[in-house]
């Protein structure tokens, strides 16, 4: 018995915003933000809300799956519409999903691979023999981000990489098949605040808080540093549970930040660049939203045949990382 993921979905904003745009707005060029980070355009929510993405991506992957029976939804993100509610419980309403569960999680950009984790171990917990938990029989784990709304467009360093949007998979407990074989999620303390969002909240006359800009920070070389190493180590880790060498992996999907940290991955575990998916041109960074968009692209071009062995790869903010292996 395993979880499987037996759907997909995917949802983008209808701006696209090119690096053309960007010279506009910051010292920058089409040519370097090429070359460094493989990123053409982004899409940026003019209208969109996260629980519009959100909605778009669950419908697809829900496809005509019967509503009532999706127990559990959990919704990773760094950019919610509302603290209160949580994009969970605005997303299970707008869906009208029932039966669900929901809350959201932050592990910033490794936010969807956290989800999944807890999803598979929520699902088989509650199917073990004398479980006094609640039994989930399919699971809905999305992504979304409007990181639009908290990226500095005066910085070069920052707002070239990022965008909108949301993925979705739909898991489901299947007695044939395996599913998800292993998994290893890692935090690493940001000693130096490589990669932080402060919170705007309102000034009250009793606190001393100083002021906070919500935007995103960023130290892109440090930052890059760490993703790579972190990438290494998750990989490693989760073969090595699952029992397998690199070889074995048809498909890697990993987060969608920089090309350079997916290239480095491939030569790192002796891979073809082929086997890994690439998105990240037409999307940009998309944080918690990344890596089930660009599964989203991997199944959608027919590459993932079933009984194909796939990775999928998440690092970000925390610092956290992590890595999954399922049979397709
Ligand atoms: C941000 C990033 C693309 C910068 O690339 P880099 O190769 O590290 O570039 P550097 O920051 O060292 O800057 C190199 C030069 O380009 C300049 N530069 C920086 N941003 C620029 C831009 N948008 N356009 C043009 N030039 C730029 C710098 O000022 C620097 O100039 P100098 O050599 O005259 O000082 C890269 O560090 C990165 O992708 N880091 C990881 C980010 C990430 O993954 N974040 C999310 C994690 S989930």
Not at 56 to 85: N, Q
Not at 107 to 127: D, I, P, Q, R, V
Request: net charge negative.
């Amino acid at each position: 018995m395993g979880v499987i993921i037996k759907e997909v979905g995917k949802a983008l904003p209808r701006r696209v915003v090119h690096n053309t745009e960007l010279e506009k707005l910051i010292d920058t060029n089409n040519e370097w933000i090429m070359e460094r980070t493989g990123i053409e355009e982004r899409r940026v929510a003019e209208e969109e809300k996260a629980l519009d993405l959100a909605a778009a991506a669950a419908r697809e992957a829900l496809g005509d799956t019967d509503y009532d029976t999706i127990d559990l939804l959990i919704v990773a993100t760094v950019t919610p519409d509302m603290l209160v509610p949580s994009m969970g419980a605005l997303l299970k309403k707008e869906l009208k999903l029932a039966n669900a569960v929901a809350f959201d999680i932050n592990t910033a950009c490794s936010g969807f691979l956290y989800g999944l984790w807890m999803a598979e171990a929520l699902m088989k917990n509650g199917a073990a023999e004398g479980s006094h938990t609640n039994h989930i029989g399919r699971a809905l784990v999305v992504g979304v981000e409007r990181l639009s709304r908290i990226v500095d467009w005066t910085d070069r360093g920052t707002s070239i990489l990022f965008g909108d949007g949301a993925g979705a998979a739909l898991l489901e407990m299947d007695d044939k098949k395996d599913g998800i074989l292993s998994s290893f999620m890692k935090n690493y303390d940001d000693e130096g605040d490589v990669l932080t969002c402060g919170m705007e909240y309102l000034k009250n006359p009793f606190a001393k808080d100083e002021d906070v800009k919500q935007c995103l920070r960023m130290h892109g070389t440090k930052v890059f540093k760490f993703a790579v190493n972190a990438v290494g180590e998750v990989m490693d880790e989760a073969l090595k549970r699952a029992g397998l060498t690199p070889d074995d992996i048809d498909h890697y999907i990993p987060h969608q930040a920089n090309m350079r940290i997916i290239t480095s991955a491939a030569q790192r575990f002796k891979q073809p660049l082929e086997k890994f998916q690439v998105s990240i041109n037409g999307t940009g960074n998309v944080s918690a939203a990344s890596v089930p968009m660009a599964m989203h692209d991997c199944y959608r071009s027919g590459k993932i045949k079933e009984g194909d062995l796939v990775m999928l790869v998440g690092f970000g903010g925390g610092l956290s990382a992590g890595a999954l292996i399922y049979r397709a």
